[in-house]
């Protein structure tokens, strides 16, 4: 059993921090945090958690780029995958050609466009806050 109160209060603030960091936005921070913990409390019922920090940073991280997709336009589907393979799964630049029947250049490419794309969406000036 875990405790739920105790849960929030101890990793709350690295949760809103990491999607303060990605968002820049209090009102969809705060969203996120809340889906975290509903999505972690969900999680906990199903297989044991080893690493809350972790899981919750990992559902933070994962939930703010949600957010920040549907707040502009997605990033194209190659490069998201890209982008997803080399920092989520820490997969270098010649596998994600591999996996994805690439040249190793057109990885570092879609690479590049990602970045500053993310960059794009995470200096602009959100609405509404």
């Known amino acids: 059993m875990t405790d739920w109160d105790g849960m929030v209060h101890q990793?709350?603030?690295?949760?809103?921090?990491?999607?303060?960091r990605?968002?820049?936005?209090?009102?969809?921070?705060?969203?996120?945090?809340?889906?975290v913990f509903l999505e972690a409390y969900r999680l906990r019922a199903a297989e044991a958690v080893r690493c809350w920090p972790a899981l919750l940073r990992r559902l933070?991280?994962?939930?703010?780029l949600d957010r920040l997709r549907h707040?502009?336009?997605?990033?194209p589907q190659?490069?998201?995958?890209?982008?997803?393979?080399?920092?989520?799964?820490?997969?270098?630049n010649q596998r994600i050609a591999e996996i994805l029947s690439i040249q190793p250049g057109t990885v570092g490419v879609a690479l590049h466009k990602a970045r500053a794309?993310?960059?794009a969406l995470l200096t602009e000036a959100p609405t509404g806050d």
């Open 11 to 20: 990793h709350g603030p690295m949760v809103f921090g990491t999607a303060w």
């Open 22 to 35: 990605i968002l820049g936005h209090t009102a969809d921070t705060e969203d996120v945090v809340q889906e």
């Open 60 to 64: 933070a991280t994962c939930r703010a």
């Open 71 to 75: 707040r502009r336009a997605a990033l």
């Open 78 to 92: 190659r490069e998201a995958t890209v982008f997803c393979l080399r920092y989520f799964e820490d997969l270098p």
């Open 117 to 119: 794309r993310l960059e």
